[in-house]
């Protein structure tokens, strides 16, 4: 099982000098690396309607991959002696960022994702350097050990948990301080272990996510949305209206800008602790929590713009719906659903199971029968007596869904919404 755990740093001044400066050259030499690369791309492609001898013609050379771009590290020193400071670990930490980056965007991840054209990092974009192997033993008291940078002082906020060995070390740069998250590892236990809990009546809980309560469980408790982002927005605003009027590159606007950045850390922290908060509460309800499978990107997609026959645009509804994408924004959902809560639970050897949530709005929790609503209506109420508000019913739904209960889905032509396989012939 891998933890990462992140403690805070208190590097003295000289310290800190020579990490900015690590970053600095890290950064430079990434660029470097990545633009090899795409030269080599540059030089050696040539597009099928036209002729090669068009094409610059040069010596063909090696294409550039990790292990040559890691030996390139050694002529590196010799020529920028400089770079010498730098631990060797970290230079060839720095060439494996370049190689994944790339191998994203030409090959794509394990899933087979492709990720974008890698770009070159600026200042703002390079903050983290990492050792790919530290000594187990590098915490001494409030101090932690790292090669080359010598002891630095940090706050351990929490212990090493028993058994877990130190693997890797990150050093981060962020809008308040210096991090580090250390990499641990405890390879007496199983990453992903099964946990075999039977969900019952008894033991479940039903959990809908929403923009009016952020949880409706189907217990009754009823969970508003913080909206931290939102409380801070006329903080923000003003500090970006006051940063406008000053000059770029001006000290003025360089210091407007970081505490710009320290505010949006701010909103970004006590959204993550009231998640994590959120996500105890459930797991301490129930051994099993049952939650809708969402595509939350697809909800937070913008309108498509709208045409009439001369081609001019008409209102699409965006404005409104940029509102309610800050609104999912701000809640992080996903974020919830897809990270936090199945940790949490993982840890404490709870389940989170995701159901199908075609119907879990549209139906009466209690009798099951059909209750159309549109996205407006916000309160349940249905012939059989029951009322509530919607979200509370869609908790309800969604746990005697995963309990096994099947909603009939139909539309409102009537027609079923599942089609035969041999329907299309
Ligand atoms: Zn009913």
Request: proline share 5%; with cysteine; glycine share 6%.
């Amino acid at each position: 099982m891998k933890l990462a755990y992140q403690f805070k740093l208190i590097p003295t001044s000289s310290q800190k000098c020579r990490m900015s400066k690590w970053l600095d050259m890290l950064r430079h030499q990434y660029n470097y690396l990545l633009a090899d690369r795409f030269d080599w791309w540059e030089m050696n492609r040539c597009s099928i309607n036209a002729c090669p001898l068009v094409c610059s013609i040069t010596e063909p050379r090696e294409q550039p991959e990790y292990y040559g771009q890691k030996r390139s590290l050694v002529s590196l020193k010799l020529q920028r002696e400089w770079y010498k400071d730098i631990h060797a670990d970290v230079l060839q930490d720095m060439v494996k960022r370049v190689d994944l980056a790339f191998a994203r965007f030409i090959k794509g991840d394990s899933n087979g994702k492709r990720s974008g054209k890698p770009r070159f990092k600026s200042k703002n974009r390079y903050r983290t350097f990492a050792y790919q192997r530290v000594k187990p033993d590098c915490i001494q008291g409030n101090r932690v050990g790292l090669p080359k940078l010598g002891e630095i002082k940090f706050i351990q906020h929490r212990p090493i948990p028993d058994g877990f060995v130190i693997k890797r070390a990150l050093v981060t740069l962020k809008a308040d301080s210096w991090y580090l998250t250390l990499t641990l590892e405890d390879a007496g236990v199983p990453d992903n272990p099964t946990i075999d809990i039977e969900p019952t009546e008894a033991n479940s809980i039903g959990v809908d996510a929403g923009l009016e309560y952020f949880a409706a469980c189907s217990d009754g408790t009823m969970v508003e949305p913080p909206k931290f982002y939102r409380r801070a927005e006329q903080k923000l605003a003003k500090l970006q209206a006051k940063r406008e009027l000053r000059k770029k590159g001006s000290t003025a606007r360089r210091k407007l800008n970081h505490c710009l950045a320290k505010l949006h850390q701010q909103i970004a922290r006590q959204r993550k602790q009231w998640h994590f908060e959120l996500a105890g509460d459930l797991v301490g309800k129930a051994e099993v929590i049952f939650i809708e499978d969402l595509k939350v990107s697809n909800m937070a997609k913008r309108n498509k713009p709208k045409q009439d026959e001369e081609g001019n645009f008409l209102p699409n509804g965006q404005a409104a719906k940029s509102g309610l994408n800050k609104s999912f924004a701000d809640a992080g959902i996903s974020g919830f659903l897809n990270e936090v809560l199945p940790y949490k639970a993982a840890r404490a050897g709870r389940l989170v199971v995701k159901v199908n949530p075609s119907g879990t709005s549209q139906h009466c929790a209690i009798c099951l029968s059909r209750v159309p609503k549109e996205l407006s209506d916000r309160w349940h109420e249905c012939s059989c007596g029951a009322s509530m508000p919607r979200d509370l019913n869609s908790g309800i739904l969604i746990k005697k869904v995963g309990l096994g209960v099947r909603l009939t889905i139909k539309r409102e032509s009537g027609k079923s919404r599942r089609r035969s396989p041999h329907s299309n012939l």
